[in-house]
C-alpha cells in the first residue's frame, strides 16, 4: 500500500559491481598470487576493481559484528524454551488470574513496541547530552551485557525454585524487561549498523 512512496530503484544486476561471492571465491581460487603482505583478498585484484575488493572487506568487517551478536540470539531465543519452562514452576496466579506458562512470553512483544520509543526518544538522547558517543557498536555491546544480566537473574529465580520455593511469575518479568532492553539495543542497532556500514553494492548481502 505505500509503495508509491518510495523511491524505486531498478536492480542493476551484471552492470552493477561484482558481488560478493564472484569476488570472495575468484580470491580463494588465486590465493597463492597474492604478493607479501598482502590479504587473501588481494588475489582477486587480476579481475576485480579495488572497489569492488573494499566492499567485500568491508562486508567481512561486519560479519565479525555479527559472529558476536549469533551469540545473543542463540540465548535471547531461550524465552522460548528454558524460561517457559521455567515458568512452569511458578507461582501462575497473578491478581486471581491464572495464567498458562506460554502465555508469559507475550510480554517480550508488548515491551518492545514501549521500549522502543523510550530508548530513541528518551534514553538515547539523554546520553548524548551527557557527552557520551551513541554509537551502534556501544549500544550492541551494551545490549549483550544486559542479556547476561537478564540471564543471571533468571539463574537466581531458579535456585529459588531448587530450594522449595516458588515465587510469584512476575519476579521473572524483571528479566524480560531486562533482556528485551537488550533486544531493541542489539536487534535494532545491528540492522541498522549493517545497512549504515555496507557499501551500496553489499547491503544485500
Known sequence: MGKKHYVHVPPNG??????????????LRNRSNRRDGQD?????????????????????????????????????????????LQAKNLDLNVFGMQL????????????VMLLIPLFSGVI?????????????LRKM????????FAFAMVGGIQVA??????????WQMIP???????????SITGLEFAYTQAPKAMKSI
Open 14 to 27: 551484471a552492470n552493477g559491481p561484482a558481488g560478493y561471492f564472484a569476488v570472495a571465491w575468484h580470491a
Open 40 to 84: 587473501w583478498l588481494d588475489a582477486a585484484r587480476d579481475r576485480y576493481s579495488n572497489d569492488e575488493i573494499e566492499a567485500v572487506r568491508a562486508a567481512n568487517g561486519i560479519f565479525k559484528v555479527f559472529a558476536a551478536v549469533t551469540v545473543f540470539w542463540a540465548l535471547f531465543d531461550q524465552q522460548g524454551s528454558s524460561w517457559t
Open 100 to 111: 498458562e506458562a506460554s502465555q508469559i512470553q507475550a510480554v517480550n512483544p508488548i515491551l
Open 124 to 136: 538515547y538522547p539523554a546520553f548524548e547530552r551527557l557527552g557520551v558517543a551513541v554509537t551502534p
Open 141 to 148: 555491546a551494551a545490549g549483550m551485557v544486559l542479556c547476561a
Open 161 to 170: 525454585i531448587d530450594g522449595g520455593a516458588k515465587p510469584s511469575v512476575l
Open 176 to 186: 524480560y524487561l531486562v533482556i528485551t532492553c537488550s533486544e531493541v539495543m542489539v
